[in-house]
Structure formats: C-alpha cells, structure tokens
C-alpha cells in the first residue's frame, strides 16, 4: 500500500489519542506507529520530536480550540475579566469532555507523578499568558516590582485554580457534570470576589484623607 504523501500535525494528533484509547498505551516506537497509519516516519518529525510531545501538543489544541470559539461571540468581546474567565472554563471544559477518555488517560498515565504537569506544560505557558491579557484588576501600588509580583501571584493561583478544577471534573459522576459547572461558577465569583479591589482602594483613600486631615490640623 503506497504511504500518504500528506500528512498534517493534526493528523499524528488524530492517529495519537485513537492508538492509546485502544491499547491503553504509547505505541512502541516512532516506526511501528507510523507505518501502523501509513505515512513515512520522517513526517512524524516534522510535526514532533516524541510521543510526549503530543501529549502536550493535545492540551494546547484544546486551549486553542477554547479561544477561538471565544473570538467568535461577539458578547465575549463586551465582557469584563470575571464573566470572560467563566466563558473560558465552561468552553474549555467542553472541550474536555468531547474528549474525556483521552483526558482521563492523560492523566492516569501519571497519576501520582510530576509528569502530570509536564504534560501540561503548554496549556499552563498559554493559559498564563491569557489570564494576563484579561486585565485583572489589582492594587495600584505605583511600584513596578511589587505590581509584578502582584500579576504573577495572579497567574499562578488561577493555574492552581484550574488545575484543581480539572479534577473535581476528573471526578465529577453527576449528570452533565452539572457539579463540575456549579463549582467553577462559585470557585471563579470567589476568586474575584476575594480580589475585588474596591473595597480595599476605599479604605486607603479614606487612610490618605485622615492623614492629610491630621496634617492639616497640626
């Protein structure tokens, strides 16, 4: 049989998740997968470097799928950073659910072990890089270094946040995975609530007001 002349990242992908929902398991090596699904094995290289990188690979794609259905609502584009976040995690957790087999195999695959989070390495470097471009509101501290901090305290408590969503989800046996969409609507108001700066900003500019006033009287 002739080998496919073509072959698209998103085709290894497709081969990739069918072969271990099967087998329960990587293919044994880079030739023995290829020629199993017809292609040349340097087209495999063209697209990956190992089988772990598609295992990345596989959790970008549904980030990337997540923002693109995004962009596409034109109400998304009207939202505040609160209501954006939670079209995001209901979208992305679509996207997990079409693909929930693969997921839990993912992740099983590692259970227990630090590779559970290099393999989702590229979904939190993308992730990251969203919550910065949401524009959370934080103090204005007028110092560059601790505004820094501040923003990657951000970022790195929503990938946590995300993290420990994704297995509630994991775990979630109700219909739907209803349960799954009451925690992350309570979990993401919490979150904002606990970094609504408003209140916080008022009790400073009432401290600058009796320290000006104290100043004043002396």
Not at 31 to 59: D, M, P, Q, R, W
Not at 91 to 97: D, G, H, I, Y
């Amino acid at each position: 049989m002739a080998k496919k002349k073509v072959i698209s990242a998103k085709d290894i992908i497709t081969f990739y998740m069918d072969y271990v929902l099967e087998h329960n398991e990587h293919p044994k090596s880079v030739y023995a997968f290829a020629k199993a699904n017809n292609f040349e094995e340097s087209l495999f290289y063209t697209h990956f470097g190992s089988f772990e990188a598609i295992e990345k690979h596989v959790f970008k794609v549904f980030f990337e799928n997540t923002i693109t259905v995004l962009e596409k609502n034109e109400d998304y584009k009207t939202y505040d950073s609160r209501n954006k976040l939670l079209a995001f995690y209901f979208t992305f957790f679509e996207n997990l659910t079409a693909n929930r087999s693969y997921v839990v195999y993912a992740f099983n695959k590692h259970k227990n072990s630090l590779k559970n989070l290099d393999v989702l390495s590229e979904l939190k470097r993308h992730f990251s890089k969203y919550i910065d471009q949401l524009g959370i509101e934080t103090l204005d501290i007028k110092q560059a270094q601790i505004e820094k901090l501040q923003n990657k305290a951000i970022s790195e408590s929503a990938w946590i946040q995300l993290l420990v969503t994704m297995k509630f989800w994991m775990d979630d046996t109700s219909a739907s995975f209803e349960k799954t969409d009451i925690f992350i609507e309570k979990s993401i108001n919490t979150s904002f609530d606990i970094l609504n700066v408003a209140p916080i900003k008022s009790v400073i500019d009432f401290g600058k007001f009796l320290f000006k006033e104290k100043m004043h009287m002396n």
